[in-house]
């Protein structure tokens, strides 16, 4: 009874603080700008569905895709058991799904091929972190925490997976010796292997079988309650990101009505705007971009495959996709918690351009979109790039001097370089 | 030339409407490497039989730079003053030289009152290839030749058109090789989002530099481009690796004219 108390209390506690902080990137993500991304759903679902259910963008590299691919499906079906394990603890019954026989055997069996599976891809992946240094786990945003946090998850996942199986052995080795309470219920293609190296004691036995239910238990709800602070968050947040993502040729990028409102007005003085929205061109803090670009921060699992081929940072400049996506998660976490402390009109002087993301990084990106056909989520990192050029050029002014030049060639000559329109023609004489 | 463009005016004034618009762009008009292409196309257009017309001195700038550098209001403007002209013509389809005027009309016009059936001209190539109304006859032989495809970002990431230029260039009986970044995986030139017009930022390596080293690994004899942009990088490229003698980077209306002995 009072072990059912315990694990009421702690379920209802993890579920509580996760709830907690999921509203509060909620309302983050809400302090973005307005954009229409409810249309079309038919076709959104359809890319949710082939993109974050179907994974179609990892098959690009078949080797991540493969080790992540059971990684997730582990994931989603192993959960099916912990629907078991809720049941059990609340009602302190043991197994309560064994009634369903063949079916029982089947599920636990697979579970534990699964939990395998995901145990060996992450002993794969924290190889390939740490000791193959990949290219695409470096770079300077990966110090510290970011390396960490990838580190702590992996590690997790195989706490998780191996508490999983010997409980699975301890109890199987219970189910034999006609230990009461442990029913016979279950396949154990996996865990029969660790039998032969658990105690043969029937307390010793019990004591490592409960002690593993309950660390995979609290395990997971610790893991819940870690995903708002961590990059893991895209296993929730992959979903609405790829339902909510670009539909429209990625060449395209958007008008801003604002301009069109005051470009129409002069080019016609009898004009008059219908709706005239006060506020800034582009984006000078995280405030000041969609909703979409702050969801799609928070959906960033930092994996690389942007920055790995950003033409630019292929060369050795400055800019990082990745690094966008991460200052801004970081800056508008900040804002967040100046919220929590300080209240809604606090200002910390502080904003994305400049005091996370530099000058000399928004002027690397030659907009080729090959961050956004790459990310496995449909993250759009060119989107905060160019809303923090439309604020450097149109309320600052400051834009390196060719470009300035560039400028004044297409005001004057309505053209990019400095000819003159009435040449415009001439390449019609020549043969 | 041998024979004149029209022009829109020219065209109205004797009460008629082409079939086509031809959009040459800043770069075709007063680039000299890409006016050659301008020339090109034009003779695809003549040798074809289109009816077609340019604007000549009333074109302008699409806004591309301008909006890819963040000056949106720039952009409009020239927008909005372009939409003009081409409602005034009753422009109904047009063809274009440049990815980058490509995507700007074709995604970016129509929001701002300016909507029009929009096709680069590899596209036209294609279309005129399907119809039987453009061979690889009668010109120069690319037959066994080994030649690979850059794909310029606004035409292939950009707007999904991978397979019209490939087309283009299958009808010639070339050894058609891809570099190892292609298609939708494909490397910048360089010039994008108005890279073109100012020096790189500090790193190790020039991006044209880095595409130049990929293509000449496969060892072609013709790089082809369907970007006047990603001409002036390319050529830049094989230039600076003294390569130019044994590589040629051609855009594929050129490779079109030259096979058809235009």
Redo the contacts between chains.
Sequence with gaps: MVAQIIFLVLTLAAIALFTVNLRKIIRNIRLGKPVNRQDQPQKRLLTMLRVAFGQSKMV?RPIPAFLHFFVYIGFVIINIEVLEIMIDGLFGTHRIFNGLGGLYNFLIGSFEILAFTVWVSCAIFLVRRNILKIKRFSGVEMKSWPKSDANYILITEILLMSAFLFMNAADAKLQVMGASHYVTAGAFPVSQYLMNILPASESALIMIERSCWWFHIIGILAFLNYLPYSKHFHILFAFPNTYFSNL??????T??AS??N???A??DPSFIPAETEAGK??AKDVTDLSWVNLMNAYTCTECGRCTS?C??N??????SPRKIMMDTRDRITEVGQNIDKHGAEHQDGKSLLDDYISR?EI????????C??ACPVNIDPLQII?EL??????EESQ??G??N???GN??NN????K?S??????????? | ??F??P?MAELMAAGEEPEILFW?G?A????ERA?KI??DI?KILHHVGIKYA?L??E???T?D??????????F???A??NIEVLNAYNVKKIVTGCPHCF?TIK??YP??GGAYEVIHHTQLIQDLINEGKLKAEGGESFKGKKITYHDP??LG????IYEAPRKALEVLDAQLVEMK?CK?????C??????????????????NV?RIDEALEIGPQVIAAGCPFCMTMLSDGVKLKDKEQEVKVLDIAEITARANGL
Excluded: H
């Excluded at chain 1, 002027?363 to 090959?370: D, F, I, L, P, Y």
């Excluded at chain 1, 050029?389 to 149109?394: G, N, P, W």
């Excluded at chain 2, 075709?28 to 680039?31: L, P, T, V």
């Design positions: 690009v429209e040729p990625k060449g395209e990028f008008n801003m301009v069109t005051e470009v129409k002069m080019l061109f582009g081929v033409p630019a292929i060369t050795g400049k400055l800019l000399e002027w690397a990106c030659t907009s080729c979109n090959a956004v056909e160019m050029r439309r604020f450097a050029v149109m834009a390196p060719s470009i030049a560039m400028l297409i005001e309505q053209a990019p370089w000819y329109p009435a040449d415009r023609f001439n390449w019609a004489q020549e043969s | 030339m041998e004149k463009v022009t040459v800043c075709g008009s007063y680039d006016q301008t020339r034009c340019v000549g001195t074109e302008s700038c806004g730079p301008a909006k890819r550098a963040g000056n949106e209001f720039l409009q403007m020239q909005m003053a995507n995604n970016e929001g701002l970002c606004y990431r950009g707007n999904g970044r939708s995986n494909g490397l910048c360089g010039a994008g989002g108005a890279q073109m017009f100012k020096e790189p930022e500090k790193g190790n390596k020039d991006i880095e």
